[in-house]
């Protein structure tokens, strides 16, 4: 008898938890349904946004060749007067996906970030669109070869405070050049 | 329990961060601008609501055994949807806020209200509580927020007003930015419980002083 | 040597020193400030949150890779990563209770507070996040965990000694733990961007 009903109670115990997983996953799948869509669009805007302030004229997205440049390269843009790169290089909060126009001449066009997880008021300039914030990407327009941040002796102005990003943002434009120069 | 009691229990005597000393994690780390600080309360205060409530509702059918472990599915579940909500409608403070608004998840506040509140109270008194505990988080939030933002980067309200920058008090080069650092967090929280340990002292010692000269 | 070591230990040197988990990156400040008034219970939690940091790491990964990705879920993240890593720890409690009873004895009693150590769920979190693969992820949780250890250790000796001194009545416990843990995070701060390959 005792048996029968400790049985019956942990029964009851996993058809709960189960119920309640369930509907949770549910009502999660019916979220994800509505909000799916506004998220994919949100972030095709915002790439396409960064393309265009890197790349005047737009460009074809174009297969990446297989090299390694020590840096995930998510897509690769050709265009009329160069490339633009995306490129995701990990910062202190995580990664930094941002993008990078380079000319046929090896030289950097533009450089503009379409997503971070930086802490604000520091790493996060990197990617905003104050003075501060363009005053950095700013540095990059007209550089070629071999970046570094003036810590390691180049001539990138770190944001204050914000090694770790300005080292990842430097990576990842060394990286976007690295691919290019590797295209001819 | 009346309105007022709970309110002010919410705000300052047993305010979660300042004198409950939860939550601790979010708020010094995200408390560098005004924008995240605000965004970051009403995200915590709208979960706490709605766990607080459907935990209330439920809390005759989940066995006792179990609850922890259904508390956690129930807070993972509302923290996944305002998550997901805010990529799509306000993917600004998503990126800003970052992973600090999955790991709403194990923000004892939610947890620790759940338990100690919802759990043995009905739904209208649990709706009312995590409301004014989310106040409570909040207001603490925005104070850290301001305290940081003016003495690390010399601005109030940075991400919201002039355009993202903030309004400029302070010139250029003058603050500390040690202050939106790390280290920062930890001087203003200090500072900040120090001065809510002070208050609370200060008003129960004049409470006593006007029911001695009752 | 491989670029593939080179990133191990890049990821290895920033969890431990550089991008603190507790100093520097705030994952974890509840146990931090909750079990740290003595150096050898501070040392125990340490390496409870270390050995379910590295487990956690394994086991989120796989359900991520194997079950979350290729089903589209990925949305059920956290979700999944919680329960994972809830129902990890009561398996961890149960093993070591039954068959390492030593070690149950020096780490049992942190074990359950590690459920909702944010550590934990942003390891996991942040391992989903950077794309890292199986081995990258063990040896990020793992040492991750060791950075904590250090903090959390380094701390208690600190806090053995404020504990008893001097200072204004509104400053005394925690305020003061909180400063003193901000003086250890200037510290660590001088690390910062530190790099070695």
């Known amino acids: 008898m005792k048996k029968e009903s400790t049985f019956a109670y942990v029964l009851r115990l996993t058809v709960t938890l189960l119920l309640i997983t369930a509907i949770t996953a549910g009502a999660l799948a019916w979220i994800n349904s509505i909000t799916e869509d506004r998220i994919a669009a949100e972030k095709a805007r915002k790439t396409a946004e960064a393309l265009s302030a890197v790349l005047p004229g737009g460009g074809e997205e174009v297969d990446i060749p297989a090299v390694d440049v020590g840096v995930p390269v998510n897509r690769l843009y050709k265009g009329e007067n160069g490339y633009a790169v995306e490129v995701a290089p990990s910062g202190f909060g995580g990664t930094i996906t941002m993008m990078v126009g380079v000319d046929l001449e090896g030289n950097i066009l533009g450089v503009s970030v379409v997503s971070h997880t930086e802490t604000a008021g520091l790493g996060a300039v990197a990617g905003d669109k104050t003075s501060k914030g363009e005053a950095f990407r700013g540095q990059y327009v007209g550089q070629s070869g071999e970046l570094a941040v003036s810590k390691d002796g180049g001539v990138i102005d770190s944001i204050s405070g914000a090694t770790i990003t300005s080292r990842a943002v430097t990576d990842g434009v060394n990286a976007a050049l690295a691919l290019v120069a590797n295209m001819g | ?214 | 040597m491989s670029a593939y070591v080179q990133s191990l230990l890049g990821i290895l040197i920033s969890a431990i020193i550089s991008e603190n988990f507790i100093l520097v990156k705030f994952y974890g400040i509840c146990p931090f400030m909750g079990v740290s008034k003595k150096t050898d219970t501070a040392l125990g939690m340490g390496m409870a949150v270390t050995f379910v940091m590295g487990i956690a790491s394994a086991a989120c990964w796989a359900v991520d890779n194997l079950i979350l990705i290729p089903l589209g879920l990925e949305y059920m993240q956290t979700v999944a990563f919680i329960l994972v890593i809830a129902a990890l720890v009561q398996v961890v409690e149960m093993f070591l209770k039954k068959f390492v009873p030593a070690l149950y004895q020096a780490l049992g009693i942190y074990l359950p507070l590690i459920t909702t150590n944010c550590a934990v769920l942003g390891v996991a979190l942040v391992n989903a996040q950077n794309g890292y693969d199986f081995l990258q992820s063990v040896v990020y949780g793992v040492t991750g965990g060791l950075g904590f250890t250090l903090a959390i250790v380094l701390f208690a000796s600190v806090r053995e000694r404020t504990d008893k001194s001097d200072c204004p009545k509104s400053f005394e416990g925690f305020p003061l733990a909180l400063i003193a843990a901000g003086l250890l995070a200037m510290a660590f701060m001088g690390f910062s961007g530190l790099k070695i390959f």
């Open chain 2, 1 to 214: 329990m009346n309105l007022k009691q709970q309110f002010k229990e919410g705000l300052l005597t047993k305010n979660p961060v300042l004198v409950q000393l939860l939550g601790m994690c979010s708020t010094m780390a995200i408390t560098t601008s005004l924008f995240n600080g605000i965004g970051m309360g009403l995200s915590v205060t709208i979960i706490l609501i709605c766990s607080n409530v459907l935990i209330s509702a439920l809390r005759k059918v989940i066995p006792n055994q179990i609850r922890i472990a259904a508390y956690i599915v129930i807070i993972a579940g509302f923290v996944t949807i305002v998550d997901l909500c805010l990529q799509a409608f306000l993917p600004d403070l998503s990126e800003s806020l970052g992973v600090f608004i999955p790991l709403i998840v194990v923000n004892c506040i939610i947890l620790g209200r759940a338990e100690a509140f919802a759990s043995k109270n009905g739904v209208v008194a649990s709706a009312l509580d995590g409301l004014f505990q989310g106040i409570g988080y909040t207001v603490a939030l925005i104070i850290m927020c301001v305290v940081r933002e003016f003495l690390g980067s010399g601005t109030f309200g940075g991400g919201i007003l002039n355009g993202g920058e903030g309004i400029r008090i302070l010139p250029e080069g003058v603050p500390a930015m040690l202050m939106v650092m790390p280290v920062g967090g930890f001087l203003t929280l200090g500072c900040l419980i120090a001065g809510a340990q002070w208050l609370v002292k200060y008003l129960d010692k004049k409470e006593k002083a006007k029911e001695a000269a009752k």
